[in-house]
């Protein structure tokens, strides 16, 4: 793992075209189109500014910043139901040094809201009247491993009955597995890539046997109508997504993101880290003599995650997210804090500093 360099490392085509005269700078998102990233990056950037490009994979977009092709990218970090997004934790620790130059510059967060998307065929359409009688009861048959399944939020807007397969990403499906298990329980389901993938394969099966767990954004690019709505088990259900840029923290780099996401000159506004890093673990409390180094310099621990390093078996990095204001707007604090952990671990890796966007 790389060690800490010095203190100045610190802190599709859009609808929409950047205007006339403007450099277009490209964000480069995890795609395809009508995706949740896609989502987040258009009500973080501006797009009279900026021209958002879907990638196809998370790593596309880390390619894409690190060869400057892109300005900044936009990633799924965190899911508030599900946890964190392996692959992206793995291209931050960057175990190969393909991306050396990425850090981590800004979040967003945005509720998910999942519904269920097909084509809903004349002759299954049904009165609102007749649609009560026509539905499940909206509980699940108790079994022996689930002998007191979840009670679904929501119910079908029209008969279910034809659907023999739906398509979406491994999570939507965690997460909507009351409504899955009560509705369309013996339903074949085919993993994709994403939920705007599962919604642009369902798009093309004029037979109405197939459905998506997908956005109501995606109804706006596809041809699709929404057959139930509201379907994730949680109501707070919500995604963290990060934006990444190439380099560290400085004024001319600061100067193209939107104002809510600038950190320099607002010592007002709390800030969060994000650093990586492996200790001996076969010395006696080394994980517990790493994360006192936060206490003791008054950092804030508010995440921390491991992966495989691939060293060897059994050895992990540790990414710790943490946050504060003075203490990561000062460089010189922050630098004691971090001087003290390169004491202390087998090698770290400062991964940026941005503004807190969590509504609390």
């Known amino acids: 793992m790389q060690k800490m360099h010095t203190r100045s490392d610190l802190p599709e085509r859009p609808l929409i075209t950047p205007t006339s005269g403007q450099a277009e700078k490209v964000i480069a998102y995890l795609g395809p189109l009508s995706s949740y990233t896609h ?12 021209i958002l490009e879907p990638q196809i994979s998370i790593r596309d977009v880390f390619a894409a910043v690190q060869s400057s092709s892109a300005s900044f990218g936009v990633v799924p970090y965190e899911n508030s139901s599900n946890g964190h997004v392996s692959y992206t934790l ?21 509720d998910v809201k999942h519904c269920l998307l097909g084509h809903i065929l004349e002759t299954t359409r049904l009165e609102n009247s007749d649609a009560k009688d026509s539905f499940s ?12 399944p979840r009670k679904p939020r929501s119910r079908p807007l029209t008969s279910l009955q034809r659907i ?10 965690g997460q909507c597995e009351a409504f899955l298990s009560t509705y369309l329980k013996c339903v074949e389901r085919k993993e994709v890539s994403s939920t705007s993938k599962a919604a642009a394969l369902v798009a093309q099966d004029l037979s109405g046997t197939e459905a998506a767990i997908s956005s109501r ?29 190439k380099g560290t923290v400085n004024s001319e780099n600061q100067a193209m993101l939107p104002k809510k996401l600038q950190i320099i ?5 709390n800030r969060k880290a994000l650093v990586a890093f492996s200790v001996n673990h076969d010395a006696s409390g080394a994980l517990a003599n790493a994360l006192m180094v936060f206490k003791k310099h008054e950092l804030n ?19 710790v997210e943490f946050e504060g204001k003075k203490e990561l707007e000062d460089p010189d604090l922050l630098h004691l804090a971090l001087k003290e952990l390169d004491t202390i671990t087998e090698g770290n890796k400062w991964l940026g500093c941005w503004i807190d966007r969590l509504e609390k």
């Open 217 to 245: 954004f995606a109804t706006d690019v596809h041809p699709l109508d929404i057959m139930a709505e509201d379907i994730q088990d949680q109501e707070d259900n919500s995604t963290r997504f990060l934006m990444i840029q």
């Open 301 to 319: 621990l508010t995440g921390i995650n491991m992966r495989p390093s691939r060293i060897r078996p059994w050895h992990y990095i540790f990414l």
């Open 164 to 173: 023999s397969r739906i398509y979406s990403h491994p999570q939507a499906f």
């Open 90 to 110: 793995d291209l931050l620790i960057d175990r190969d040094e393909d991306f050396p130059d990425i850090q981590v510059c800004g979040e967003a967060y945005l």
């Open 137 to 148: 009861s909206g509980n699940a048959t108790p079994t022996t491993n689930v002998p007191n």
């Open 265 to 269: 000159d607002r010592s007002e506004i």
């Open 39 to 50: 989502q987040a990056a258009a009500e973080s950037f501006d797009q009279t500014r900026f």
